[in-house]
């Protein structure tokens, strides 16, 4: 098993970057692939980026596609999402996954408590 902490989130402004971390426990860090989702106030959880355990595959979806980056560290044990160009329609809680597997399906069995992020406009 293993347990996820994001941290990172805040308040900023439209046009603003950020970058969101996620520490992981656990040993075999490679061996889950981890993936970033939102959730707006009154909306579902959305999937927005996952990466593979050694991280040479990476996934978008369409709403932060060339805004956002997803990248891993495997020897800290940490997942990051770097977004730039933050639009007001960004603002959500993110959530930090993990998936029993190294190889990305989307299909997530851990999951953090989440990290607030606000764009003003």
């Known amino acids: ?20 971390s996620c520490a992981a426990s656990g040993r075999t860090f490679g061996s889950y692939a981890m993936g970033w989702f939102r959730q707006a106030p009154g909306k579902e959880r959305e999937f927005v980026s996952g990466i593979s355990g050694s991280g040479d595959k990476t996934y978008y ?9 997803i990248s891993r560290d495997n020897a800290e044990n940490r997942v990051f999402l770097q977004m730039n160009s933050l639009k007001p329609e960004d603002t959500a ?16 069995d851990y ?4 990290t607030l992020v606000t764009v003003s406009s």
């Open 1 to 20: 098993q293993v347990q996820l902490v994001e941290s990172g989130g805040g308040l900023e402004q439209a046009g603003d970057s950020l970058r969101l």
């Open 61 to 69: 979806s369409d709403s932060v596609k060339g805004r956002f980056t």
């Open 111 to 114: 999951w953090g408590k989440g």
């Open 93 to 108: 809680v993110y959530y930090c996954a993990a998936e029993d597997s190294s190889i990305w399906s989307g299909r997530m």
